[in-house]
């Protein structure tokens, strides 16, 4: 800002401030007065509908798949997109976004243009332009994405259509039921208490493998009550693992 622009505006200033009316008790009085209608009209909808409650919790459940409410689907994506990369991982979550949250806060500082109109201001508008840009962007991947513990694994080569189609299916069984909290797939879930099963067609044929998941041996859960083909895709799926 130079000398002649300062002193516009300190002029502009105090014109205002003598035609303007005192912060207290003018606008503590019209916030104080708005706050207290927000808090009336929360009670008054909380007595009409009422809170929603979910299922009741349960904590021996292995087969939970956590999904965060809509407003984090993009640090919930990037979380998504990190997690093979183990050690990015709190780079993902921390790192990111308090360098973002800092940069937001130092803003004053840094930038030091008094300019007001936003065609004078490319550089800010195009940062904030891609911010925008890039979190729609990662809420809409995030919201349309599977579960993080969905199988990321490519097909045999050799499979027809409708083979490709049980077999995504099956994936997708997979993800949905948790099979990653104690399996390792590929690249995908953890190492244990089950054993891996990359290879498990290798050694286990498909009846076996159905009837391992129908009576498994705890702490294994039992899948016996997945609808039929959801139970047949996942089997499917698995006998696919050479
Ligand atoms: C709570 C952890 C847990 C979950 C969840 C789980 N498993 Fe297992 N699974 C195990 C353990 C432990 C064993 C080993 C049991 C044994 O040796 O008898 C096992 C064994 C197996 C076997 C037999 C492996 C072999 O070499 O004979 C298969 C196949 C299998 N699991 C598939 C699945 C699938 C598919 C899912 C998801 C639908 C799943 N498991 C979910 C823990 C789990």
Redesign the pocket.
């Known amino acids: 800002m130079n000398q002649a622009q300062k002193e516009a505006y300190l002029r502009e200033y105090s014109i205002l401030k003598n035609e303007g009316k005192p912060f207290f008790p003018y606008a503590v009085a019209k916030d104080g007065a708005m706050a207290c209608i927000v808090m009336v009209v929360i009670i008054f909808l909380s007595l009409l509908f009422g809170a929603e409650l979910g299922p009741k919790a349960d904590p021996t459940t292995?087969?939970y798949v956590p999904r965060p409410d809509w407003y984090f689907f993009f640090l919930f994506e990037v979380l998504r997109v990190m997690r093979n990369v183990p050690k990015f991982t709190p780079m993902a979550t921390i790192g990111v976004p308090t360098i973002c949250m800092i940069l937001l806060f130092l803003l004053p500082f840094y930038d030091r243009s008094p300019e007001r109109r936003i065609e004078r201001r490319p550089i800010a508008l195009a940062a904030g332009i891609t911010t925008i840009a890039a979190m729609a962007y990662l809420t809409y991947s995030g919201a349309h994405t599977g579960s993080p513990n969905s199988v990321e694994l490519k097909p045999p080569a050799n499979l027809s259509a409708s083979q490709l189609q049980t077999w995504h299916a099956g994936a997708n069984v997979?993800g949905e039921?948790?099979?990653l909290?104690?399996?390792v797939i590929g690249e995908n879930g953890n190492n244990g208490?089950?054993?891996v099963?990359t290879h498990?067609a290798n050694?286990?044929p498909a009846a076996q493998?159905a009837s391992?998941?129908r009576n498994?041996?705890p702490?294994?859960?039992s899948?016996k009550d997945l609808p039929a083909d959801k139970f047949n895709d996942?089997v499917y799926f698995?006998s696919t693992l050479q």
């Open positions: 292995t087969t997979v039921s948790g099979c909290a104690c399996h208490p089950g054993p099963l498990i050694t286990v493998i391992t998941l498994p041996t702490p294994m859960p899948f996942l698995l």
